[in-house]
């Protein structure tokens, strides 16, 4: 590394010696000429840092078309794949251990002869749990396809190779591709997943029931933080001159999330739900009135239908779907 004359560092590959294009909060910078990962000075410990190997660009396009090719509605039109880029994307990753107890409550109706009343039934539970939690490193994340990806890691956690041991392991020549930077280091991430994972679990016993009456826990372990590069691919395709995008996990081709060009048989599917939807709204509405009905009822219930309609007819007009 050399100093230029305005003080600004300049980087050059440790095994070509060629350039290397640097931006804020890179760790690794990829050379482009001979895609070598070179590792950077960081606040970060090189030892907590590790790489996900990724599948070559070859194999993102043979999943795409295996997956439009299996694809009922897909398989039936004519695609046109843009572009195909990767990178990739940090994130931490700690297993750690939450002690704690806590206590909901869950209303409930309770016949009595004719009439009901209103209980209130508690449960109450001690906290012990191993959980892995996971944060990206990067303040801009772009799109619901990265944090899809970043949860079917911690779902599966397939193997990474610690970062010195990958920069020889990998064939780098062949993959190049771009590290993106680092915004959070070890203790700001460690601070940020022990605030979400108790936020989280607090949220998890909420959702129980109709509320929580006590809870207390604390992360009182961790097992292990690693900084994780992740692998996650865009292929972008067309199809009648749109655009379209589908988002793979380098290691394991699995797509996390697409959008999909909305067929003219689903479309013709869905206006034909959204007049059915509006032709029975009415005659709906005097059946309940016919029946002694409640009025609110009566009036509610057509408007429902309306609402499914005009949301049937509103997607039959979008030129896309999404799947994840």
Not at 137 to 152: D, F, I, K, M
Request: aromatic share 12%.
């Amino acid at each position: 590394m050399a100093m230029s004359a305005a003080a600004q560092p300049t980087y050059t590959c440790s095994r070509c010696g060629a350039p290397l294009d640097v931006g804020p909060g890179s760790i690794i910078a990829v050379c482009r000429y001979c895609g070598y990962p070179n590792i950077l000075a960081s606040s970060i410990d090189v030892s907590d840092i590790y790489v996900v190997p990724t599948q070559p660009r070859d194999y993102v396009i043979g999943a795409f078309q295996r997956l439009a090719g299996s694809d009922p509605d897909l398989s039936k039109l004519s695609l046109e794949i843009l572009e195909v880029t990767g990178a990739y994307f940090p994130a931490w990753y700690s297993q750690i251990h939450i002690s704690g107890y806590a206590s909901w409550y869950r209303r409930v109706q309770v016949r009595q002869g004719d009439t009901y009343r209103t209980e209130t039934k508690y449960y109450r539970e001690q906290i012990d749990r191993e959980h892995i939690f996971y944060l990206p490193a990067r303040h801009q994340v772009t799109g619901s396809g990265t944090y899809n990806a970043l949860a079917h890691y911690a779902a599966n956690m397939a193997a990474a190779t610690p970062l010195e041991e990958a920069s020889e392991k990998l064939d780098w020549e062949k993959i190049r591709l771009e590290f993106l930077g680092v915004d959070l280091d070890k203790q700001r991430a460690l601070d940020m997943i022990r605030d979400d994972a108790i936020d989280a679990l607090r949220s998890e016993y909420k959702a129980r029931g109709d509320g929580i009456d006590y809870f207390e826990a604390h992360v009182d372990a961790i097992r292990w933080t690693r900084l994780i590069y992740l692998p996650i691919w865009e292929v972008v395709y067309s199809y009648n001159d749109n655009a379209y995008l589908a988002v793979f996990t380098g290691w394991d081709l699995r797509c996390v999330y697409r959008t999909e060009p909305i067929t003219p048989g689903q479309r013709a599917e869905r206006i034909g739900a959204a007049s059915l939807l509006s032709l029975v709204s009415g005659p709906v509405s005097g059946f309940l009135a016919s029946l002694g009905s409640n009025q609110t009822i009566a009036y509610l219930v057509p408007f429902l239908l309306a609402g499914a309609a005009y949301a049937s007819s509103r997607s039959a007009f979008k030129g896309a779907r999404v799947e994840k």
